[in-house]
């Protein structure tokens, strides 16, 4: 037999069983519509990226099309021009601005590249990468890369790579100026992961191996947004004089 106490937390749980459905119904609902979101903001920075790499193409496509053209247009009437100066001061000016345009022209392929580089519109992934080190290596910092890739992925997941790689050296190259950058990339098939990995000497290190920086710049936050667009673990290290960074995430490939 239940005593008047029992009766009473029984009528207690009853009157507030109703109330407890509705929370959990409502926190279940309330969790849908939050992931739901997270996908939508998601997709929608996507979206923006994906703008962002059409129009690096259409300027590069522009530059190289438009103002190429132009230029040697220019250049050779400026040979023209040059053939028949007869005076030596006239002739040595004309030399000189057509030699000035050469190297302005080539500052522009450059540019082009750099910008929005052919191996991405081909695909070719290995090729794109060991170019982006060789020309982003100067006298005070080498970029050494080693890849390996047997397979061809998603191109919307190479262009964040590659423009997350292209983010990392220019701060590395900028702020820590080490002699030499290391570099690999390569497919784990049994995971269906890829791991980027990078290190460099370094000798002054904040907590837990992470480097000291100040106020965070443009460039760790584009860091930040292309590694949370590609689910990306991010594992860090320090020994032996070396600072580590072990970049892991899924690719999908071209179907």
Excluded: C, W
């Excluded at 106490?5 to 509705?22: M, R, T």
């Excluded at 790579?161 to 701060?171: P, T």
């Amino acid at each position: 037999m239940l005593n008047s106490g029992d009766l009473l937390l029984v009528e207690i749980f009853f009157l507030l069983l109703p109330g407890i459905l509705i929370l959990a119904a409502f926190l279940l609902i309330a969790y849908f519509y939050v992931r739901r979101f997270n996908r939508v903001v998601r997709r929608y920075k996507i979206h923006k990226l994906e703008e962002v790499e059409n129009e690096r193409k259409r300027i590069a496509n522009d530059l190289h099309d438009f103002v190429a053209s132009k230029l040697l247009k220019i250049k050779s009437e400026l040979h023209d021009s040059l053939d028949n100066a007869r005076e030596p001061l006239v002739h040595n000016h004309i030399a000189q601005g057509i030699s000035d345009l050469n190297r302005f022209h080539d500052d522009l392929r450059y540019l082009v590249e750099y910008i929005y580089p052919k191996e991405l519109m081909s695909g070719n992934v290995k090729e794109g990468f060991l170019r982006l080190a060789a020309e982003m290596s100067t006298s005070a910092t080498e970029i050494i890369m080693d890849i390996e890739f047997e397979n061809q992925h998603a191109q919307q997941s190479m262009h964040q790579l590659y423009r997350l790689m292209q983010e990392k050296i220019s701060n590395i190259a900028a702020h820590v100026k080490p002699p030499k950058i290391f570099i690999s990339l390569f497919e784990n098939t049994d995971d269906n992961e890829v791991l980027l990995s990078i290190s460099y000497p370094i000798e002054h290190t904040g907590k837990n191996g992470t480097l000291k920086s100040g106020r965070e710049g443009r460039g760790i936050s584009t860091i930040r947004e292309r590694l949370n667009l590609l689910k990306a673990r991010v594992q860090t290290e320090y020994a032996d004089g070396f600072y580590k960074e072990n970049i892991t995430f899924p690719i999908q490939q071209n179907k």
